[in-house]
């Protein structure tokens, strides 16, 4: 965009990545391209485009027009050099591991980051010959000595999931400059419009496109953004193990994402008035928002986050037991394994961000069964704390 003042993320929600091609037959809207191959009239041509010499789109597990348009649209939200794109999120996360990470090498992250994530670390990356350090998610000073005696990469999430724990990618991303580690942060909970972690000292950001991104549950992806080197990495395992977002995917990410500022903005709003509520409600323990003055860091998520977010969880007396007599009571809340939609998204991590792991190992990561993650929706505010009102009586 020519334009000398850097527009506003509102304005790069609807705009970005859109203005860098010319769209078909002058659509407004980016066209959904779904041809599975691209001819050419001479070999010459086409040898050039799939060399990467010349402009242009030979198959579509490697690069699609409409996937591409998705793509230049968080490059510019994230303030990136350049960004891919994934079939989900996990598999954004797993191709970066796979793109970066060789036997030997050591990588280290937080103790509570989202099941799958989790998974690989536990299960998966060991076997391959690369060691794996899980620290406790507060205690960056552990952190820090961890990052000191060495590693390849370090993997942060922010706000975690499900309990909605902050780290300082700055202050982490420092520390591992020092060693010369790769920093990559999982923004998914947060969104672009709430913190952009290429700016604090990230290398690599990345999100699950199906959540805050699309908005409204109805398309898989994922995506990485950084610099174009680390990304070219990237790109080529994803082109090679397959793992390629469908154009049908990338058209439903990019109409949602034109709404994504207006929606964030309202889920901003609205979590924090429940946050402020369930903590004055009698049945409830504690209550996890990065918007509360009582959230152990939360100076980290007023100095990094635009805003606090959409996500909360809570526990309520009587544990599991008690959640599953509420939480069916609930009126305006899907119970799903899903986030950031603009429906209100409710479940305990047994069955949504943690169902792959055992009950030992969500107490080994530092979150209790009867765990309420909240995924606030648009819906009136007001509606919102008379239906938990309503259910939560069913357990005082």
Same mark, same amino acid.
């Given at each position: ?73 968080? /490059?510019?939200l994230e303030g990136a050099e350049a960004a891919t794109s994934f079939s989900s999120g996990m598999a954004a996360i797993s191709n970066t591991f796979g793109a970066l990470l060789s036997p030997g090498d050591r990588i280290i992250s937080i103790k509570d980051s989202y099941g799958g994530t989790n998974k690989l ?14 620290? $406790? ?27 909605? /724990?902050?780290? $300082?990618?700055?202050?982490? %991303? ?11 942060? $999982? ?15 990230a290398d690599i950001v990345i999100h699950s496109a199906s959540k805050y991104l699309g908005g409204h549950a109805d398309a898989l992806g994922g995506i990485a953004c950084g610099s174009a080197a680390l990304i070219k990495k990237l790109y080529h395992y994803r082109e090679i193990n397959g793992a390629a977002l469908?154009?049908? $995917? ?85 119970? %799903? ?21 055992? %009950?030992?190992?969500? %107490? ?33």
């Amino acid at each position: 965009m020519n334009n000398s003042k850097q527009p506003a993320a509102a304005t790069l929600s609807i705009w970005g990545g859109e203005t860098e091609h010319e769209l078909y037959e002058r659509s407004t809207q980016v066209p959904v391209v779904h041809s599975v191959s691209f001819a050419y009239k001479d070999i010459d041509t086409w040898q050039n485009v799939a060399l990467g010499n010349e402009p242009g789109h030979i198959y579509s597990r490697n690069t699609n027009p409409t996937v591409r348009t998705f793509e230049d649209k968080l /490059k510019v939200l994230e303030g990136a050099e350049a960004a891919t794109s994934f079939s989900s999120g996990m598999a954004a996360i797993s191709n970066t591991f796979g793109a970066l990470l060789s036997p030997g090498d050591r990588i280290i992250s937080i103790k509570d980051s989202y099941g799958g994530t989790n998974k690989l670390f536990t299960e998966f990356l060991p076997p391959l010959g690369i060691e794996v350090s899980l620290c $406790d998610t507060t205690d960056h000073s552990e952190l820090e000595a961890e990052i000191a005696g060495g590693c390849k990469m370090l993997y942060l999430e922010t706000p975690t999931n499900p309990t909605v /724990k902050i780290v $300082d990618i700055q202050r982490l %991303a420092k520390a591992a400059k020092a060693v010369g580690a790769l920093v990559v942060v $999982d923004n998914t909970f947060a969104s672009p419009i709430n913190c952009n972690p290429l700016a604090l000292g990230a290398d690599i950001v990345i999100h699950s496109a199906s959540k805050y991104l699309g908005g409204h549950a109805d398309a898989l992806g994922g995506i990485a953004c950084g610099s174009a080197a680390l990304i070219k990495k990237l790109y080529h395992y994803r082109e090679i193990n397959g793992a390629a977002l469908a154009p049908m $995917d990338a058209y439903s990410l990019l109409r949602g994402m034109k709404t994504l500022s207006l929606r964030v903005e309202r889920q901003n709003q609205s979590a924090m008035t429940i946050a402020n509520w369930l903590t004055q409600h009698p049945a409830v323990e504690q209550v996890n928002y990065p918007g509360l003055e009582s959230h152990l860091h939360h100076d980290i998520a007023k100095r990094q986050m635009h805003g606090f977010g959409g996500m909360l969880s809570f526990s309520v007396k009587g544990g599991l037991e008690a959640i599953k007599v509420f939480l069916p009571k609930l009126q305006y809340a899907h119970m %799903a394994a899903n986030l950031g939609c603009v429906e209100t998204v409710v479940g305990p991590p047994v069955v949504t961000s943690h169902v792959e792991c055992t %009950a030992a190992e969500r %107490a080994a990561a530092g979150i209790p069964e009867g765990l309420v993650r909240y995924s606030t929706g648009i819906e009136d505010v007001d509606d919102l704390l008379a239906d938990l009102e309503q259910a939560l009586a069913y357990i005082e």
